[in-house]
């Protein structure tokens, strides 16, 4: 394994149930790199990412972390491991403050309290409307202020990868061109990976990275940033490929 790929899946297969969703599924992620994963809706994404941070149980396959196979370990584990999450509709406390929001993971992890309060300084410069609003409570922000909140409270413990499921949906194209951004800048001034679960093709070329194209659970082609350096290019080369 070279030392730079922090995440390798190795033929990778579950599901529901008795049924098989996710087929002999292979990929890795380097550290710093942006890798999108996309495909039509009902052809196993979701499940995909699940499988990896363990909200779904591994058939068969591996899932080796930084050199160690994390496979059989829960969720929590793998998260304090250093896999951050962010699941599609954002699940943020309504009824929490945003700054309490942005800490809960903390709350129940002892060990990243120390140095809490720079990272959260890192996470307000990286999203100036979270601090505005940090006594506010979850529930008065838009959906794109609430996308922004979800991806800070995964940053709040330093994760390795995070892993963002569709996050694009239901938030106005300036807001996904900030939160594209704020990813590259994450991605190249503090080293952290992304594996993005994206179904829009703008979203997608602006990341500059590779895609993996899935089709019925498996992985069909992995697309080069340069082949979908252009939405038109990318539009195109998704669009034939998922048919």
């Known amino acids: 394994m070279k030392k730079d790929v922090l995440l390798k899946i190795e033929n990778v297969n579950s599901g529901y149930g008795s049924t098989t969703v996710i087929n002999n599924f292979s990929f890795s992620l380097n550290k710093s790199q942006i890798l999108c994963i996309t495909g039509r809706n009902g052809m196993g994404k979701t499940t995909l990412i699940k499988t990896i941070i363990g909200l779904i ?8 972390f930084k050199n160690e196979d994390i496979s059989k370990l829960n969720s929590s584990s793998r998260s304090i491991k250093g896999i951050g999450y962010v699941p599609q509709g954002r699940e943020i406390f309504s009824s929490l403050t945003v700054e309490q929001n942005i800490l809960m993971p903390v709350f129940t992890r002892k060990a990243f309290k120390y140095g809490v309060k720079n990272k959260l300084r890192d996470i307000y ?9 940090k006594n506010n409570n979850g529930s008065s922000l838009s959906g794109g202020q609430q996308q922004q909140l979800a991806i800070a409270r995964a940053l709040i413990f330093n994760p390795e990868i995070i892993i963002l499921d569709e996050p694009s949906e239901g938030i106005q194209p300036s807001i996904v061109s900030f939160i594209g951004e704020t990813l590259k800048k994450l991605s190249n001034s503090f080293d952290t990976a992304f594996l993005v679960v994206e179904q829009n093709i703008a979203f997608i070329s602006q990341l500059k990275s590779d895609c993996i194209l899935v089709n019925k659970g498996s992985n069909v082609k992995t697309l080069t940033a340069s082949q979908l350096s252009s939405v038109e290019k990318a539009r195109e080369l998704l669009s034939l490929e998922s048919h």
């Open 57 to 64: 149980a591994l058939r068969s396959g591996s899932i080796i």
């Open 125 to 133: 410069n990286l999203f100036p409307v979270l601090e505005e609003k």
